[in-house]
């Protein structure tokens, strides 16, 4: 269906067999380097449009898009958030359950002295507000994470019949309620994203906040172990009961775990205590790059399947 490349280049192209590939500058020495392919059983169609380049294959839909580094983010993200929303209506797969942004100089400035982060979240809920009404019910799993360049990057994964149940976590405020110390907008995503029936539960990209307050500034082994505490919390039993959901899982179901770090350094740290809480089949990946607050040294996403 179509490939994300965790290597050093930013763009996005059709593959040999015209499926859409995404290249993300997101590799350093130390870190890991990788494809990460999604596929399924039939033959899928794939094409462009707007720009963006998909493939569905009857039941699933892969959008990718990309926009090159510029002064302000926020209109050119609306726009091309909008394309891909509609194009999503469209193609008759109405159900998005997963996002990813890859959001390059995540923390630097924009030409107007705001984050770029803010800048992209900005555009981002203002094309969900457009699409979608003011509501957070279309929502879905995602992950918000720096680069190692610049533009703006990003995959959504959408179903035709299956419905996407999205979970919030109780120990965190939701991100759409965020209060606005963060930013003018707050960010639009769920916590994790049951797909159902099929099962597969998608995990957000997940920081070391409580409420919604970074904890432990400073401290990147006490932030690992929020975010896996966080992370244990959101699949578990009581918490998906309370988010009307049967069953409930452990870090060791955790699978295909991205490991965000912010500072080459702390890699061992990081990497021995995911060691220690994920199962020997998560194949945890590595990536240094920034998250989307300064004082955030970690962030991880994963899956149940
Ligand atoms: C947080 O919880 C950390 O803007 O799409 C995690 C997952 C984060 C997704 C996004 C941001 C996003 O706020 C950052």
Not at 261 to 269: G, M
Request: charged letters at 20%; hydrophobic letters at 40%.
């Amino acid at each position: 269906m179509g490939t994300v490349a965790f290597g050093d280049r930013f763009g996005l192209a059709a593959d040999a067999d015209g499926h859409p590939e995404l290249s993300v500058p997101m590799t350093s020495p130390g870190f890991d380097a990788f494809r990460e392919v999604w596929t399924t059983t039939t033959r899928p169609v794939s094409g462009t449009r707007d720009g963006l380049h998909f493939a569905h294959d009857g039941e699933h839909l892969f959008v990718s898009g990309t926009i090159t580094a510029r002064p302000v983010y926020a209109p050119t993200v609306r726009t091309t958030y909008e394309a891909a929303f509609s194009l999503v209506t469209e193609l008759g797969y109405p159900h998005i359950f997963r996002m990813w942004n890859f959001v390059g100089d995540i923390l630097g400035p924009n030409a107007e002295g705001l984050e770029i982060y803010q800048d992209f979240v900005a555009g981002r809920a203002e094309a969900f507000a457009a699409h979608h009404g003011e509501g957070t019910a279309h929502m879905p799993a995602a992950t918000g994470i720096g680069t190692r360049g610049e533009g703006i990057a990003f995959v959504l994964l959408a179903a035709r019949t299956s419905t996407p149940r999205h979970v919030e976590n109780q120990r965190q405020t939701p991100a759409y309620h965020y209060p606005e110390q963060y930013g003018p907008k707050p960010p639009s995503f769920a916590r994790a994203t049951l797909l159902d029936p099929g099962g597969t539960l998608y995990v957000s990209g997940t920081a070391s906040i409580l409420g919604h307050e970074t904890v432990h500034r400073g401290d990147v082994a006490a932030q690992t172990d929020v975010v896996l505490d966080n992370i244990a919390e959101l699949i578990g039993g009581p918490n998906l009961s309370a988010a009307g959901l049967d069953g409930g899982h452990e870090l060791k179901d955790l699978r295909l775990v991205k490991v965000y770090v912010r500072h080459e350094r702390d890699l061992p740290v990081v990497r021995a205590r995911c060691r220690e809480a994920l199962g020997p089949d998560a194949e945890p990946t590595f990536l240094n790059v920034a998250v989307c607050r300064d004082d955030l040294l970690v962030e991880i996403e994963g899956l149940v399947p």
